[in-house]
Nanobody
Framework: QVQLVESGGGLVQAGGSLRLSCAASGRTFSNYAMGWFRQAPGKEREFVAT????????YYADSVKGRFTISRDNAKNTMYLQMNNLKPEDTAVYYCTARTYSSGSYYSGEYDYWGQGTQVTVSS
């Protein structure tokens, strides 16, 4: 079992920045590829970014490419999502997730563990 706890969400004005963190516990963190998904009210959960076990390979949704950066520190069992130039359409609950493979995935169904989510609200 892997437990995931997100933090760092909040209210920010458009153009601002936030950094989300995801602290993992329970199993060897470096065995897992990780990802971020988000869900806005009335919408389906959507892919944001993913990172492989080593941190060398990252992939992003087109909507966040160039603004968001995913990273991980295996020594600290923590993953991050740096979000810059935030837009009102980025408002959502952001979820941290892990899968028992070395490479990441775009698909939520391919992840095994999920955090409880953290709210990000961007005002215009």
């Amino acid at each position: 079992q892997v437990q995931l706890v997100e933090s760092g969400g909040g209210l920010v004005q458009a153009g601002g920045s936030l950094r989300l963190s995801c602290a993992a516990s329970g199993r060897t963190f470096s065995n897992y590829a990780m990802g971020w998904f988000r869900q806005a009210p009335g919408k389906e959960r959507e892919f944001v970014a993913t990172i492989n076990w080593s941190g060398r390979n990252t992939y992003y949704a087109d909507s966040v490419k160039g603004r968001f950066t995913i990273s991980r520190d295996n020594a600290k069992n923590t993953m991050y999502l740096q979000m810059n130039n935030l837009k009102p359409e980025d408002t959502a609950v952001y979820y941290c997730t892990a899968r028992t493979y070395s490479s990441g995935s775009y698909y939520s169904g391919e992840y095994d563990y999920w955090g409880q989510g953290t709210q990000v609200t961007v005002s215009s």
